[in-house]
C-alpha cells in the first residue's frame, strides 16, 4: 500500500462525524478542525480519564432526557484526582457544556456522550506530572451497545480485571480498556457475545465493560467495590430500583465463578449496555435458558425512567430542549 493510499484510508476512517459540534479545551468547534498532534501523550501511554453518558430521545415528548450527568461527572473527578489530572470545570459547567454540544447538535435520536481528560502534551516519557493537559466532550448517536432482548451468551475470560494495586479499576482510565479489548474479542472470537473478567484471585468481577448482578432465591447478588469493579452509575441505579420497585435484597459480597453456573438469573449493566440479561455461561444455561422474569421486570422499569416516562424518577434526567 502506498503512503498515499495509507493515509487515506485512515483519514476515512477518522472522518465519520465530521460536522459534529464538539468542546474542546474552553471552545466549542466541528469534530473535523479539532486537530490533535501524533506524539499526543496520552494516544501513547493510556494516560487519560473519562466518562461515557447517554442522552435518550423521547419522540412522544420531543425531548431528548440527558441520563446521571452530574454522578457521571463526580466520577470522572475522583477518576482524574486517583491520576493526578485536574478536571478544569466543575461539575455543574460540566453539565451545562454537555447540554450546549447537545443542543447545538440538535440531536433527535438516542445519543452516547463521550468526555474525555487526557494528558496532551506531545512529549516523549511516561508520566502523570509536568505535562498539558486537555479536556474534550463528544456526542454520537447511539444504538444499543450489545443486544439486550434475547439475552447474551458470555464466557468467563482467560483476562484477569485489572488489580487495584496496578491500575485502579475504580477509576476509568483509557490504558486500562486494554484488557476490557483483551476480554472483549477473545470472547467474541470465541463465538460469544461478551466476556465475564474474574479478579486476579478468582472472583466474579464484571463484564468488559459493564457491571454484573446475579439473582439466587429471590435475592440479587452483585460483585462489592472492593472486587476491582468500576463503580458503575447504572449498577447504583439498579441496586434503588431493586429495593424500591422489586422490592427484593440486593447483597454486595464475592461471587464464586461457579455461582454463575447455578443462579437463577443473571444480567449485565452499564451505560452502554444498559440492562441486559445473560442467557448462557461457558455453554451452561443459566436457569431455563430464557431471559429471566426479574430481570425483565428491571429492564422495563430502567427503559421507562431514562426515557422520561415515570414521574418518580424524574430526577434521573436533564432534559435537554
Ligand atoms: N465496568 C466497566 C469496565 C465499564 O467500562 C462500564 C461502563 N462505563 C461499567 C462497568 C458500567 O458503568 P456505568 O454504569 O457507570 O456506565
Given amino acids: 500500500m502506498s503512503v498515499e493510499t495509507k493515509s487515506k484510508a485512515a483519514s476515512g476512517k477518522r472522518a465519520v462525524h465530521p460536522n459534529t459540534w464538539v468542546y474542546f479545551d474552553g471552545e466549542f468547534g466541528r469534530y473535523h478542525d479539532i486537530k490533535l498532534g501524533l506524539m499526543t501523550h496520552a494516544l501513547h501511554y493510556g494516560t487519560g480519564v473519562f466518562e461515557g453518558i447517554r442522552a435518550y430521545w423521547n419522540p412522544k415528548q420531543e425531548q431528548l432526557h440527558l441520563l446521571q450527568a452530574p454522578a457521571h461527572y463526580d466520577r470522572l473527578r475522583r477518576s482524574a484526582n486517583i491520576m493526578r489530572l485536574t478536571l478544569p470545570h466543575s461539575t455543574e459547567e ?5 447540554v450546549e454540544v447537545l443542543r447545538r447538535n440538535q440531536f433527535k435520536s438516542d445519543v452516547y456522550i463521550r468526555p474525555l481528560l487526557f494528558t496532551a502534551g506531545e512529549e516523549i516519557g511516561v508520566r502523570l506530572h509536568n505535562i498539558a493537559q486537555s479536556f474534550l466532550i463528544y456526542a454520537i448517536p447511539f444504538g444499543n451497545y450489545v443486544e439486550i432482548e434475547g439475552g447474551l451468551r458470555c464466557m468467563v475470560s482467560t483476562w484477569r480485571r485489572v488489580p487495584d494495586q496496578s491500575l485502579p479499576a475504580r477509576a476509568k482510565v483509557t490504558g486500562a480498556y ?43 447478588v452483585t460483585p462489592p467495590v472492593t472486587d476491582d469493579i468500576l463503580e458503575g452509575v ?71 425512567a431514562v426515557r422520561g416516562e415515570s414521574a418518580k424518577h424524574k430526577g434521573w434526567t436533564i432534559p435537554v430542549y
Fill in 94 to 98: 460540566l453539565v451545562n457544556l454537555t
Fill in 178 to 220: 486494554a484488557q476490557s479489548a483483551l476480554a472483549k474479542s477473545e470472547a467474541n472470537e470465541a463465538g460469544y457475545d461478551e466476556a465475564i473478567v474474574l479478579t486476579v484471585d478468582g472472583h466474579v468481577s464484571e463484564g468488559s465493560a459493564e457491571n454484573l448482578f446475579m439473582i439466587k432465591d429471590g435475592a440479587f
Fill in 234 to 304: 447504572t449498577r447504583t441505579l439498579l441496586i434503588g430500583l431493586i429495593k424500591d420497585e422489586l422490592g427484593l435484597p440486593v447483597i454486595e459480597r464475592s461471587i464464586d465463578r461457579t455461582e454463575l453456573y447455578a443462579c437463577d438469573e443473571l444480567l449485565l449493566c452499564g451505560t452502554g449496555a444498559q440492562v441486559a440479561p445473560v442467557i448462557e455461561v461457558d455453554r451452561r444455561l443459566v436457569g431455563n435458558g430464557k431471559v429471566g422474569e426479574f430481570t425483565q421486570e428491571l429492564q422495563n422499569i430502567y427503559f421507562g
